[in-house]
């Protein structure tokens, strides 16, 4: 839910010295001093509507085609995730990209690259190969988490 605190909620991050990311709300991550602000497919075209986020830290957008990662530079976004490289339950319709694919989209682009989709900690050789910053995701990361 857009505009939701994460579990825990930002104030045990800040108690912890934390950082946090807020998604898809500019003002709630403003208000609770969030790190990043990661916009979704629906975020991002929200911004598009109604002008960017005005959020001072940094700004992601998750991007799945070369017309996303187009609109993510034009809204000054800092980095951005581009998935699924892989297979993945979380969205069993989406087509993977494959690790030359993945390359294929961010070659010449100055944002900073996660890969996401069907990767885990063993895939940051091959990510960093293929261009990426490195790789993002939950089960590849917390295998207990499959009911997310």
Do not use: K
């Amino acid at each position: 839910m857009a505009g939701a605190a994460p579990r825990g909620g930002p104030p045990p991050c800040r108690a912890r010295g934390l950082r946090f990311w807020i998604r898809d709300d500019a003002g709630a991550a403003r208000r609770e001093g969030a790190f990043g602000l990661h916009l979704s497919g629906e975020g991002l075209t929200r911004a598009e509507r109604d002008g960017a986020p005005g959020f001072d830290g940094l700004l992601s957008v998750a991007c799945h085609d070369a017309a996303q990662i187009e609109r993510a530079m034009a809204l000054g976004a800092d980095m951005a995730t581009l998935s699924p490289v892989r297979a993945t339950p979380t969205h069993p319709e989406a087509a993977p990209l494959g690790w030359e694919g993945f390359a294929d989209l961010i070659a010449g682009n100055p944002l900073v690259f996660y890969a996401l989709g069907g990767v885990g900690p063993d895939d940051l050789t091959t990510a960093r190969a293929h261009g990426a910053y490195g790789v993002a995701g939950i089960r590849g990361f917390w295998p207990a988490c499959v009911d997310l």
